[in-house]
């Protein structure tokens, strides 16, 4: 008999979890390529590989549910699914740990 759980997919790409590492916010997941992609943006503003992902100048991160304020800024696919550079910050530290474990 065959369990049939839903697969879980980042919230910014759609990658399933048997695609990708994914972190999980309270309602939401971002998956490893998208935690390197918007750190990689936030650092740089343009990252080849990243055309469905951009830098918002406001908005609320889907993730911690916050408005950022004094220079924390938003990488987004849209309006509805962005994510704060306060939680990639920590999205980059958990996946360094996780790999860390796995090796």
Known sequence: MKCSH???????CGTTQ???VLLAGPTVY???RCIILAAA?????TVAGASYLCVLPNGRCTYCGEKPAGGVRLVARDEERAICSTCVDASVEILDRVRTQRS
Do not use: G, H
């Not at 839903?6 to 910014?12: E, F, I, Q, Y």
């Open 6 to 12: 839903p697969l879980l997919a980042c919230t910014l």
């Open 18 to 20: 048997r695609e990708a």
């Open 30 to 32: 971002i998956c490893d």
């Open 41 to 45: 943006l936030l650092a740089e503003d």
